[in-house]
């Protein structure tokens, strides 16, 4: 029931937005009047890889790097197995890119 970014955008030209945030995230939303596109992009069906640059708090295992390699158990099933790749991070954080 919460609002979506398309309540800051007219509703002519209808846009559609290209993937979604978590609530708790932050991050660009693309907008498109092309919906085939945003589909192709935003569909599991079609395979387009994402990268995503993630701030956690604390220190990421090694035991947790490899879970999320290999795949993390969700409500609604598995994620795809995926490359985790540490950056350099602040003093009580894990940056990484998955």
């Known amino acids: 029931g919460r609002q979506t970014v398309l309540k800051y955008v007219p509703p002519v030209p209808r846009v559609f937005p290209v993937g979604r945030l978590d609530f708790e995230s932050t991050g660009l939303i693309l907008l498109t009047n092309d919906g085939d596109m945003a589909l192709r992009i935003s569909h599991p069906r079609y395979h387009l890889p994402k990268t995503y640059l993630v701030t956690v708090i604390g220190k990421l295992s090694v035991d947790k790097i490899a879970q999320m390699e290999k795949g993390v158990k969700l409500d609604d ?21 998955i």
């Open 77 to 97: 099933g598995l994620t795809a197995p995926t490359k985790v790749e540490i950056q350099p991070s602040k003093l009580g954080q894990s940056i990484f890119k």
